[in-house]
């Protein structure tokens, strides 16, 4: 096994992570927005890293994300004890059905909707960002902006801290190379109506670059 690979969404979090690193040998690559496009990237680095004989030792999925308020703080640190497809599923008159509970067969849900982060790199990153906020972070195609939205997903999953596009699919991918898995995002924004004034963008990215120091 070789070294630690780090995903983000976008460049810019790419960069804030790189400007935080203190292990060299950790690989930062940006990837695409939504769980699609993540995932799939995500795949394909670690298949031309196993082709070449120097695969990957774990995974992390890194980057900015929303925060539930009353839960975590903007600028605030998080850890994903699991990755949640919040919106894969279906809707019904009663409410939000997920996909596990639509009576597929298991074998066709890849896992279901949520994916566990490994404990030990979970673990790790505990004890090196000792204030960070841990609980389950949300994947969601769209990002949640309205009150009503909002509430469903509080009152669905309780102990949900953020929301971000990427860390489900990236969890996938990982899981199915056989790798550890944990995901990691910085606060920017609370999640509920949009209003791109409430934005702490530079906040979001220094805090990135801060956590960065505990990958390795």
Request: aromatic share 4%.
């Amino acid at each position: 096994m070789t070294n630690l690979l780090v995903l983000t969404a976008v460049p810019a979090e790419a960069e804030a992570i790189r400007a935080g690193l203190t292990d060299p040998t950790v690989t930062v690559r940006p990837v695409g927005v939504g769980p699609a496009v993540a995932g799939a990237a995500t795949a394909r680095l670690l298949t031309l890293a196993e082709a070449a004989g120097r695969p990957y030792r774990a995974v992390v999925s890194a980057g900015i994300g929303g925060g539930f308020a009353g839960r975590v703080a903007v600028g605030a640190t998080v850890l994903g004890t699991r990755s949640v497809a919040a919106d894969l599923g279906a809707e019904s008159p009663e409410g939000f059905i997920p996909v596990d509970e639509l009576g597929m067969p298991p074998e066709l849900l890849g896992g279901g909707p949520t994916v566990d982060a490994d404990p030990g790199l979970l673990g790790g990153l505990r004890a090196a960002l000792p204030e960070a906020v841990v609980g389950a972070v949300l994947t969601v195609s769209t990002v949640t902006g309205t009150a009503a939205s909002t509430r469903a997903l509080t009152d669905r999953h309780p102990d949900a801290v953020a929301e971000a596009m990427e860390g489900y699919g990236v969890a996938v991918a990982a899981a199915h190379a056989g790798l550890p898995f944990v995901e990691l995002r910085t606060i920017s924004n609370p999640i509920g109506p949009r209003d791109r004034g409430s934005w702490r963008m530079r906040e979001a990215f220094t805090a990135l670059t801060a956590a960065a120091r505990a990958l390795r």
